[in-house]
């Protein structure tokens, strides 16, 4: 069998973490801590895991990490309050919000209620219009509405991130992305455009998906479906008949088994036939960690920036 070159996030996520320690470091000495955010509602394993990760990343890179948790029950207006005290406390930096919410809950409401010059995963309306805008990706991201900078969402970020490390060719290349959500597949193919790719965005109801697929030169596996959605999507359900030896593929999707195991959307046995494929777990988890903790330094740089400015 050939074998499938490895996109690890493990070397990427170092790079960053040494970087933006230092970065986060130097703000703690002018009495500036860095303070991330978590508001979660309930308790789905594949939310718990990204929460350890980032305490995990959050400890080695100086950045300070608070979680809110708020039952699996708990209404919307409970959930706006926490976020806009979040909103008003000088002290933090930036704002995570864990999506998909519970049924019931008005997601749109939340992300938009998140101040901009906070929203370090770029869920808000003001961040996703940026974003929808731009024909090409800014230099730098955040400060929200300050000179109309804006944060990108984290995991399409990372994709983005992990095809420039291994030098993965994206202008004028066919790229495929399974999954519409504005948590990732919208915004990874909106950042593949800015990129010069050439876009189809797939989805569980898409005809000759299998064959769609293989045609890409990368493939962006978002689907977040397990068996139990019943929409025709299945837990590692992207086979080898999805995909073709000369592809990159970027395995986004996260499930927790019963063995509490993590896997990714595409199926082990798959393995020898992709050109290069990321891992899971040890893949885009752990670049959009880091990328999260980036964001909350630049917002905190910012911060900093208009609290000296305001002085003088």
Do not use: W
């Not at 699996?72 to 406390?89: P, S, V």
């Amino acid at each position: 069998m050939r074998e499938t070159k490895k996109l690890a996030g493990k070397p990427i996520a170092d790079e960053m973490r040494q970087r933006d320690r230092a970065r986060a470091e130097l703000l703690l000495s002018r009495g500036v801590a860095p303070l991330l955010r978590v508001i979660r509602v309930g308790e789905k394993a594949d939310d718990l895991a990204y929460e350890k990760r980032i305490l995990s990343a959050a400890a080695s890179a100086a950045v300070s990490v608070s979680v809110k948790a708020l039952d699996a029950d708990a209404q919307t207006g409970a959930l706006l309050a926490e976020i806009e005290r979040a909103n008003r406390d000088s002290e933090v930096h930036g704002i995570l919000l864990f999506r998909p919410l519970p049924k019931g809950m008005d997601e749109k409401a939340a992300s938009d209620a998140i101040s901009p010059r906070k929203d370090v995963d770029g869920v808000s309306g003001v961040s996703m219009a940026r974003l929808y805008e731009a024909k090409s990706l800014p230099e730098k991201t955040g400060g929200g509405a300050a000179g109309g900078r804006f944060f990108l969402p984290c995991t399409a970020e990372a994709v983005l991130e992990i095809l420039r490390y291994y030098g993965v060719p994206i202008e004028g290349k066919r790229a495929v992305v399974i999954g519409r959500s504005t948590v990732i597949g919208k915004p990874a193919a909106l950042l593949l455009l800015a990129k010069d790719a050439t876009v189809t965005v797939a989805h569980s109801r898409t005809e000759n998906l299998p064959e769609i697929c293989a045609g890409a030169d990368i493939l962006v596996c978002a689907a977040g479906m397990t068996a139990e959605d019943g929409e025709g999507g299945v837990r590692g359900g992207i086979g080898r008949e999805y995909l073709s030896e000369k592809q990159a593929v970027i395995d986004v999707g996260i499930h927790v088994g019963a063995d509490g195991a993590l896997f990714g959307d595409v199926d082990a046995a798959a393995q020898g036939c992709p050109a290069a494929l990321t891992p899971v777990p040890g893949g885009v988890g752990s670049v959009t960690a880091q990328i999260l903790l980036a964001h909350v330094i630049d917002a905190a740089e910012d911060a900093a920036a208009r609290a000296a400015a305001a002085e003088d």
